[in-house]
């Protein structure tokens, strides 16, 4: 949520970036100066008004000691006149408060000055590419194709039991699944971030502390009964594990990881680039979130971003690293970079990651801050990465790997799989 006092003076900065992000409501940016306006001027008055109150009070209570009774009565009947004001000038303060609030959530975050302009994914920027793209042999098959060969994941199955975008994995197919997360934490533990066992719902506080809720309501699974929501991603958990809390200057940076299932009901996902684990309603995913000073949040950004990559070095898979374009990016985030893999069956990239810098964008929903060096209490910015999301690693891992002896597994992933081959 951006920052009233940002938005009151620095109109045109403002307007100007979310341009970038194809913003269609510059009309609400006056709206919300002109609601903080009636706000702060009902608070002076509430304030005024109050001051008058409790200066009669203490009046009162004057008159009272000194034996001037009359003027004591006199002063108490205008007193009530106050009193009246200032409980309309509360339901005043309150009903503007809340138009306020209405209306600045539906602002996105200002993307960073490095985001390029764009509508689409065509027109993000490649920042870099990595790795040979793998030459496989004649009648290479596509994941789902390997899947059902060697019998590692039934999709069918999986729509028995539930629907479909919820496969079931099977021997080897289950081990490789657990490998890749046991390697992912172990590799996210080596470069500093303590792990973390996540509820899988989530209050409505913590999908608007995320900044999940009101924008993706319509993504995310509903349980009714209770008022809670299936999480899309550990970041939502994670992050609302500081909530409402005032870090001191020397705990930052907080860096946490977790493994987690995640749900996405990913409405009017069809055709054939979702086949398979192109994309799922429930998959997994190591999620790396980090609470930092605002002055080091592009350094960590960077480092985020080197860390998956090594992650995808070390599988040895071809990637390329995005910087997204405004209307390709979330409505969250200030920048994003995604890092895809190179499928080489499909012969197309997938997205495996994407790493964000939110600034004080979820902090401010969160109303987390730490306290600077001079004591004073101010808003912390927040990342978080996926290092990594499972469904189309495995795919890319199957399709990549294949020969005519079975697929080879990734050297560093033996010793989590124990076995080299799936034949």
């Known amino acids: 949520m951006l920052q009233v006092s940002y938005i009151r003076d620095n109109r045109e900065q403002v307007l100007e970036r979310l341009a970038v992000k ?24 509430l304030d005024n008004t109050s001051a008058e109150a409790n200066a009669a009070a203490k009046r009162i209570g004057e008159l009272m000691r000194t034996g001037q009774k009359a003027e004591a009565e006199q002063l108490k009947s205008q007193t009530s006149a106050w009193k009246e004001e200032i ?48 030459a496989l042999p004649t009648g290479a098959l596509p994941h789902w194709e390997l899947a059902a060969k060697y019998d590692l994941i039934d999709f069918e199955l999986g729509v028995k039991i539930t629907g479909a975008g919820f496969p079931v994995y099977k021997g080897k197919g289950a081990k490789l699944q657990r490998a890749l997360i046991s390697f992912f ?43 809670l929501y299936l999480i899309p991603t550990a970041e939502v958990p994670i992050t609302n594990l500081y909530r409402d809390v005032i870090l001191k200057a020397d705990e930052l940076p907080v860096m946490n990881c977790g493994y987690t299932p995640c749900f996405r009901r990913e409405a009017g996902s069809y055709g054939a680039h979702v086949r398979g684990l192109n994309r799922l309603h429930q998959f997994d995913k190591v999620e790396l979130v980090q609470v930092v000073h605002p002055e080091t949040s592009y350094n960590v950004l960077e480092q985020m971003s080197a860390h998956v990559q090594g992650l995808l070095q070390k599988l040895g898979l071809p990637y390329r690293v995005l910087r997204l374009c405004g209307g390709d990016m979330s409505f969250t985030a200030a920048l994003t970079y995604d890092m895809e893999t190179w499928s080489a ?3 197309r990239w997938l ?49 990549n790997n294949q020969t005519e002896q079975g697929i080879k597994v990734p050297e560093v992933l033996v010793p989590y799989t124990k076995f080299e081959w799936i034949s």
């Open 351 to 399: 997205e495996v990651s994407s790493v964000s810098n939110f600034e004080t964008f979820q902090s401010n929903r969160l109303k987390l801050r730490f306290r600077n060096a001079e004591g004073k209490t101010q808003l912390a910015h927040t990342l978080n990465g996926s290092a990594l999301a499972l469904p189309r690693i495995v795919a890319t891992l199957l399709e």
């Open 22 to 45: 194809n913003f269609k409501q510059p009309e609400l940016i006056d709206e919300i100066i002109k609601l903080d306006e009636n706000r702060r001027q009902s608070q002076n008055r």
């Open 185 to 227: 934490l172990d590799e996210a533990e080596k470069a500093g971030y303590r792990e973390m066992m996540l509820p899988l719902m989530v209050n409505e506080a913590s999908g608007f502390g995320t900044g999940q809720l009101p924008d993706k309501e319509g993504q995310m699974y509903f349980v009714g009964q209770d008022n």
């Open 345 to 347: 069956a499909q012969q």
């Open 87 to 134: 409980k309309q000038l509360n339901e005043q303060l309150n009903t503007v408060e809340q138009e306020l609030q209405q209306k600045i959530v539906l602002l996105p975050n200002l993307p960073h000055s490095s985001v390029p302009k764009g509508v689409s994914p065509e027109e993000n920027e490649i920042v870099l590419e990595n790795g040979e793209k793998p």
